[in-house]
């Protein structure tokens, strides 16, 4: 999420992989209005797209799109799932949203666009939840990228609550739960990828073979062979990586660069992999935004892309 990131832009360098076309198929193409594609989420025949600039969320079926839902308040929509029949948002008041900075929270709602809940960060201070994932039994983790804390919804859940300390992390994003529901592997922009126990709420960063750079990750998503669908954006250069962990998650075994320096996948947020296939959102407008809500940049459409991956 780059709206949080942008000091890290500035230290963090490329991950020194020359260029890689992107094998990709353009799903869906946006205008060059003021947008910002961030999360996506796959509900059977439709796709939900969520838009930071234009605080709603998409629905996309059959190569068409229309409103799905507009965000209460002035919260924008960040990461979106959908998961036990709800579509689960983290929302956030941001200056390119909403034209100016608030609260933050988790929005539920069910696939008619009926919001269901809304479960505000708890903790005072500037908070903006980032992404999320959902695990098998339904609860919720989100990633405060701003505070660098991770909130739980439990099943049943009235409350976020923050799980050990505050700004257990630097600037956490993608996350995925693993098949045990013991631990969540998280993306951190500055510290790369980690393993947090959610029973002790501690962290290990994971071992990364020498000459590999996994910081400046935003998206994470689980490939069905159970290697991890990577955006990395808080770099100089962006890319679309593949990786493969070993078994109990405590070391990187590759990245494969997938896509790099390649206009499909010039501007990337966040991903999505499920049973049809792998997708990223390739140009989310970011790059044309800068601190507030007019683009400091010409705007480009907005596209979608789906990977073909072997």
């Known amino acids: ?24 198929t353009t799903v869906f193409t946006g ?11 796959h509900d059977g025949d439709r796709f939900f797209v969520a838009g930071v ?27 979106i799932a959908v998961a036990k029949q709800k579509l689960w948002v983290t929302a956030g008041t941001v200056a390119q949203g909403a034209g100016h900075d608030g609260p ?28 999320l994932t959902i695990a098998p039994d339904g609860t919720a983790y989100v990633s405060d990228g701003l505070d660098g804390s991770i909130y739980v919804l439990p099943p049943g859940g009235r409350a976020l609550a923050r799980l050990g300390a505050r700004k257990l992390f630097k600037s956490p994003q993608g996350m995925a739960v693993s098949a045990d529901g013991k631990s969540l592997l998280v993306a951190d922009y500055a510290l790369g990828l980690t393993k947090l126990d959610l029973a002790t709420a501690t962290f290990t960063p994971l071992k990364i073979p020498d000459g590999v750079n996994v910081k400046g990750i935003d998206g994470l998503a689980r490939m069905s062979d159970g ?46 992999a499920d049973d049809s296939g792998a997708y990223v959102v390739g140009v989310s407008q970011w790059g044309s935004f800068g601190e507030g809500q007019a683009p400091a940049r010409p705007l480009q459409p907005w596209r979608i892309v789906k990977l073909d991956l072997k």
């Not at 709206?3 to 094998?23: E, K, R």
């Not at 409103?67 to 924008?76: A, G, I, M, T």
């Not at 493969?244 to 075994?253: A, H, M, V």
């Open 53 to 79: 600039a234009a605080r709603r969320i998409l629905e996309i079926r059959n190569g068409r799109a229309r409103d799905f839902v507009r965000l209460p308040d002035d919260y924008s929509p960040f990461g």
């Open 104 to 131: 933050s929270a988790l929005i539920v709602f069910d696939l008619r666009g009926n919001k269901i809940g809304t479960y505000p960060v708890p903790d005072e201070g500037r908070h903006v939840l980032g992404d």
């Open 1 to 24: 999420m780059k709206v949080i990131a942008a000091f890290l832009l500035l230290v963090l360098t490329g991950s020194g992989a020359s260029a890689a076309p992107c094998p990709c």
């Open 227 to 272: 290697s991890f669908l990577a955006s990395q954006n808080g770099t100089k250069a962006p890319h679309i990586l593949r990786l493969t962990l070993l078994p109990d998650w405590s070391q990187l075994r590759s990245a494969d660069v997938i896509a790099a320096d390649d206009p499909a996948v010039a501007d990337p947020s966040l991903v999505l």
């Open 31 to 41: 205008d060059a209005k003021p947008f910002i594609a961030e999360g996506l989420a």
